[in-house]
């Protein structure tokens, strides 16, 4: 008999997670012939999600929880999740019913036939959502595709089915900065893509702000591509040759008109604007610098304060 282990990752979700068990547990229990797990994993939330857990636990054996010492973010609770999770099939999903469970069933099929070793799941609308955030989400795929070498999909979720081993090929990625989206490109295996529109949370509020989002933009920027790096050398190019040709236009002036040198205003725009450029690309290789110094210290990505099984 074959076993899957669901994943949830949950801040902060008490009231969600009621109808997600509740709707989970309507799919898995049409499935016959599969064992389920689920592994719920409590990113230090401040609400009752933990009691909420362990109550679901004491009903349902299939109910595990880890619980961690505080909020380490999503990308901690589901390297926790995936390293933790027992099954021959490991499916990630959100406590808020956004990634339906309808799928489920389907997406196991698909692995069984043993053609593909992971379906993914994308968004094909942004209904319900601003649309100055659907705006700079697409932006924020385009430029990552231009610059990176790794995919990203647009409107992928971190809704997926997969194998063990690719599992453990993720589990291999043990970096700090954690960027599941790329990671999920970089393993590789073959994927397969299943489509739906975009399902409003069931309860609760969502934990992303705009400034949250926005510095897991920079988190996915720094993570697979080093090419912001090269942008300070292009520029630096430019700037070094619009230079010559001025001091070229410069020279010819002073002979032709004899032109004595004026306008230090635009001297001062130049300086301004050269400096700001600098700091500019200054800024871009501190990124780099301080994602190498968190690196290399080889903290622990998650710790765990409690969890009802033994290894
Ligand atoms: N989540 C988490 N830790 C965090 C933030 C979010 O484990 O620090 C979980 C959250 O409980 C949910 C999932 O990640 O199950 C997605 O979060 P949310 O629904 O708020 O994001 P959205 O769907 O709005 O992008
Ligand atoms: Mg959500």
């Known amino acids: 008999m074959k076993k899957i282990a669901i994943v949830v990752p949950c801040y902060n979700e008490q009231e969600a997670i009621p109808y997600f068990y509740e709707e989970v547990t309507k799919i898995s229990d049409s499935m016959k012939n599969v064992e389920f797990e689920y592994l719920f994993v409590n990113d230090g939330s401040k609400d009752d999600t933990l009691k909420v857990l362990k109550e679901l636990s004491k009903k349902d054996s299939r109910v595990k929880y880890i619980s961690f010492s505080r909020n380490f973010g999503k990308e901690s609770a589901m390297y926790a999740g995936l390293k933790e999770a027992n099954g021959?099939?490991?499916?990630?999903?959100?406590?808020?019913?956004?990634?339906?469970?309808?799928l489920l069933p389907e997406m196991f099929e698909i692995l069984e036939t043993g053609e593909y070793d992971c379906v993914a799941t994308r968004r094909v609308t942004r209904k319900g959502e601003p649309k100055i955030r659907s705006f700079f989400a697409r932006l924020f795929y385009k430029i990552m595709n231009a610059i990176?070498?790794?995919?990203?999909v647009d409107g992928a979720r971190d809704f997926r089915f997969m194998t063990k081993q690719?599992?453990?090929?993720?589990?291999?990625?043990?970096?700090?900065n954690r960027f599941s989206k790329g990671i999920f490109g970089f393993v590789g295996f073959n994927t397969k893509w299943l489509e739906y529109e975009n399902i409003e949370r069931v309860a609760g509020k969502t934990k992303w702000s705009f400034w949250k989002l926005f510095l897991y933009s920079l988190e996915g920027f720094t993570a697979f591509s080093t090419k912001p790096l090269i942008l300070s050398t292009i520029v630096g190019i430019i700037f070094c040759f619009a230079a010559f040709i001025m001091v070229i236009v410069i020279i010819?002036?002073?002979?032709?008109f004899g032109d004595p040198v004026g306008g230090w205003p635009s001297l001062a725009c130049i300086i301004l604007f050269v400096?700001?450029?600098q700091l500019f690309c200054t800024g871009i290789i501190g990124q780099y610098l301080a994602k190498t110094y968190i690196e290399v210290k080889h903290r622990p990505i998650?710790?765990?304060k409690e969890k009802n099984f033994e290894d």
């Open 302 to 304: 998650y710790i765990i």
């Open 148 to 152: 990176s070498d790794t995919q990203v």
């Open 88 to 102: 021959d099939y490991i499916a990630i999903m959100d406590a808020d019913l956004q990634d339906p469970p309808s």
């Open 275 to 277: 400096g700001g450029i």
């Open 166 to 176: 690719m599992v453990n090929a993720i589990l291999e990625i043990s970096e700090y």
């Open 252 to 256: 010819c002036k002073t002979f032709i």
